[in-house]
């Protein structure tokens, strides 16, 4: 079945960095998605890694994949308030690439 | 502007009345998808429709009846609903194939009263 879990609250100074864990089930996904999602607004794709990947690098994104554990984190360098928001992690489901199921959200706060 | 356009933002209906979501994108996408977004719960996938036809319905309940008249509108028609249907409906596009992710509307925020 297809179940995304991650923490649901985080806490960070400004200026830290973040990290966001979020643990999949499907071993057959094909992709795996990070969204940000400000208050009042939809989801916005931050960033997306390819199975075959272990680590993608975009700015002050870092993505990390163990396929072995399904286990997928979000690192953010230099947390900045403009950083708060809900993070989804996402997975493309079986050979359906564009199906995506989500995970509930975890609420990045970043306190001063 | 995130290419996908929602509409209304906000919406307060009675559980008798009759209302309806709209949803819009001009790009070029030929997947079309509803979601029901509930505080701090999954994103919970309600309808895929790809090139105009329903490709999914996750045992939605019949007061919730989507329509795609082409590939570049959504609508979901609401009636008679309930006060847990309350909560953020969300629409967003992709192609059907490969790795673009979807592309989110902003949604609409709907109380039953």
């Known amino acids: 079945g297809e179940d995304v879990e991650q923490s649901l609250f985080l806490s960070v100074r400004e200026g830290d960095s973040s990290v966001i864990n979020c643990t999949y089930t499907?071993?057959?996904?094909?992709?795996l998605y990070w969204y940000k999602q400000e208050p009042g607004a939809g989801l916005q794709l931050l960033t997306y890694?390819?199975?075959?990947?272990d680590m993608k690098q975009d700015q002050r994104l870092t993505v990390l994949l163990n396929k072995k554990d399904k286990h997928l984190s979000l690192r953010i360098a230099d947390t900045q308030t403009g950083d708060s928001a809900i993070y989804f992690c996402?997975?493309?489901?079986?050979?359906?690439?564009?199906?995506?199921?989500f995970g509930a959200g975890t609420t990045v706060t970043v306190r001063a | 502007e995130t290419g996908v356009t929602q509409t209304p933002r906000h919406l307060v209906m009675g559980m008798t009345n009759k209302k309806s979501l709209k949803c819009e994108q001009h790009?070029?996408?030929?997947?079309m998808y509803w979601y029901k977004q509930s505080a701090k719960k999954p994103l919970e996938l309600m309808f895929v429709?790809?090139?105009?036809?329903?490709?999914e319905n996750n045992s939605v309940p019949s007061r919730f009846s989507p329509e795609c008249p082409n590939s570049s509108h959504l609508f979901l028609h609401l009636h008679t609903l309930q006060p847990e249907d309350s909560a953020l409906y969300l629409c967003?596009?992709?192609?059907?194939?490969?790795?673009?992710?979807?592309?989110f509307g902003s949604g609409t925020r709907l109380t039953v009263v």
């Open positions: 429709y790809s090139l105009e036809e329903r490709v």
């Open positions: 790009l070029g996408h030929n997947a």
């Open positions: 499907d071993s057959s996904s094909t992709y």
């Open positions: 890694i390819f199975s075959n990947m």
């Open positions: 996402a997975e493309s489901i079986g050979s359906n690439d564009y199906k995506l199921s």
């Open positions: 967003a596009s992709s192609q059907d194939t490969g790795s673009g992710g979807y592309t």
